[in-house]
């Protein structure tokens, strides 16, 4: 998990002509507040009964002929063990024994309760600093592991890429796209049928005869996208598989996910690339420190999360936790309804 910023407490500026601009028509900066600016002083502001992340939730049933992935307050809190734990007890024979054993249990909070309803046709990316709990996530949709909270429900098996598509680094990529196809559950028919066409989108023609362990990581990533998206997946997991290869390679990949896309399926996309999220997303989810921040528009999530991402890296974590309140308060809890008898199958 990411470390989060320090604490601060709201404060208030007493501005006199300048109106919180300086002589040149700029926004002040936070972090460089000081008595040069004309303001008379910094009032403290205490956050009343009700602050303002506390509203009401919002309410959204979900539509059984449209909906392809619904996420239901569902968290993960991982056990782990401990060699340090024992000193955190406060039973003196508990203490004693796990410190005979070596060790004790502790809790890891990958991620806090989330909710949201992702519909056929969107593209959803799914952007935080290392350690946000993104890959949780994937795992959660996928079913792999079960949430500790809450529940987690879709139309179909989602696939993810790299995990259905196993690529074998013995054998050339030729035989890997068969036996890609054969394990995605294609005939051996329709694993010819497809086979020009992951060809084409991985744009490894020249190199199908070379084994795989010849590849270097960004063509075994194409290759492995090729054959993932290959069976017409309903729900499509990509986690940071698209930030290799060229200009040609990512325009052939958006192609391919309108494709997926225009055949009711959704996709959720997974990169640091926040080019590529704005390019292919109809929609980006920002997870910071296991918690939702935010939900909506691509432009204007990532430019939340590049200006976090630039405080964080230039030490100005005030400013930094500024920005995380700030976008955490345009975030509407959701409560999430079913209509009867139109629940999905959970996921696992």
Same mark, same amino acid.
């Given at each position: 998990?990411?470390?989060?910023?320090?604490?601060?407490?709201?404060?208030?500026?007493?501005?006199?002509?300048?109106?919180?601009?300086?002589?040149?028509?700029?926004?002040? %900066?936070?972090?460089?507040?000081?008595?040069?600016?004309?303001? %008379?002083?910094?009032?403290?502001?205490?956050?009343?009964?009700?602050?303002?992340?506390?509203?009401?939730?919002?309410?959204?049933?979900?539509?059984?002929?449209?909906?392809?992935?619904?996420?239901?307050?569902?968290?993960?809190?991982?056990?782990?063990?401990?060699?340090?734990?024992?000193?955190?007890?406060?039973?003196?024979?508990?203490?004693?024994?796990?410190?005979?054993?070596?060790?004790?249990?502790?809790?890891?909070?990958?991620?806090?309760?989330?909710?949201?309803?992702?519909?056929?046709?969107?593209?959803?990316?799914?952007?935080?600093?290392?350690?946000?709990?993104?890959?949780?996530?994937?795992?959660?949709?996928?079913?792999?592991?079960?949430?500790?909270?809450?529940?987690?429900?879709?139309?179909?098996?989602?696939?993810?890429?790299?995990?259905?598509?196993?690529?074998?680094?013995?054998?050339?990529?030729?035989?890997?796209?068969?036996?890609?196809?054969?394990?995605?559950?294609?005939?051996?028919?329709?694993?010819?049928?497809?086979?020009?066409?992951?060809?084409?989108?991985?744009?490894?023609?020249?190199?199908?005869?070379?084994?795989?362990?010849?590849?270097?990581?960004?063509?075994?990533?194409?290759?492995?996208?090729?054959?993932?998206?290959?069976?017409?997946?309903?729900?499509?997991?990509?986690?940071?598989?698209?930030?290799?290869?060229?200009?040609?390679?990512?325009?052939?990949?958006?192609?391919?996910? %309108?494709?997926?896309?225009?055949?009711?399926?959704?996709?959720?996309?997974?990169?640091?690339?926040?080019?590529?999220?704005?390019?292919?997303?109809?929609?980006?989810?920002?997870?910071?420190?296991?918690?939702?921040?935010?939900?909506?528009?691509?432009?204007?999530?990532?430019?939340?999360?590049?200006?976090?991402?630039?405080?964080?890296?230039?030490?100005?974590?005030?400013?930094?936790?500024?920005?995380?309140?700030?976008?955490?308060?345009?975030?509407?809890?959701?409560?999430?309804?079913?209509?009867?008898?139109?629940?999905?199958?959970?996921?696992?």
């Amino acid at each position: 998990m990411s470390t989060p910023a320090s604490n601060y407490t709201p404060r208030r500026a007493n501005w006199m002509s300048t109106n919180g601009k300086t002589s040149d028509g700029l926004d002040l %900066d936070p972090e460089s507040f000081d008595e040069g600016f004309g303001f %008379d002083e910094i009032e403290e502001i205490a956050w009343d009964d009700h602050p303002l992340t506390q509203s009401a939730p919002l309410v959204e049933t979900v539509d059984p002929k449209n909906v392809s992935v619904v996420v239901d307050a569902a968290s993960k809190t991982y056990r782990i063990r401990s060699g340090n734990e024992h000193l955190k007890s406060t039973k003196r024979l508990s203490k004693q024994v796990q410190r005979v054993l070596g060790s004790g249990w502790s809790e890891v909070h990958a991620l806090d309760e989330l909710s949201f309803v992702v519909n056929r046709g969107e593209t959803v990316g799914v952007i935080g600093t290392n350690g946000s709990g993104k890959s949780t996530l994937m795992k959660l949709l996928t079913g792999k592991i079960r949430p500790s909270t809450g529940e987690v429900y879709a139309t179909s098996t989602p696939i993810m890429l790299g995990v259905n598509a196993a690529l074998v680094k013995q054998i050339s990529g030729r035989e890997n796209i068969r036996l890609g196809c054969l394990a995605m559950g294609l005939s051996p028919k329709q694993a010819e049928q497809k086979f020009d066409m992951i060809v084409e989108i991985s744009g490894l023609k020249d190199a199908l005869d070379m084994p795989l362990k010849a590849y270097s990581s960004g063509m075994a990533s194409r290759l492995q996208f090729a054959i993932a998206t290959s069976v017409d997946p309903d729900i499509l997991l990509i986690d940071e598989a698209l930030n290799t290869g060229d200009a040609q390679f990512r325009a052939r990949t958006k192609k391919r996910l %309108d494709e997926v896309r225009s055949q009711a399926g959704c996709v959720f996309l997974v990169s640091h690339s926040l080019g590529t999220i704005k390019q292919m997303c109809t929609r980006v989810i920002w997870i910071e420190q296991g918690r939702m921040l935010a939900d909506g528009d691509p432009e204007w999530v990532c430019s939340q999360y590049q200006e976090y991402t630039d405080h964080k890296s230039n030490g100005r974590m005030r400013s930094a936790q500024i920005v995380y309140d700030r976008t955490l308060l345009k975030l509407s809890p959701l409560q999430i309804e079913f209509a009867d008898g139109t629940r999905p199958t959970k996921a696992g």
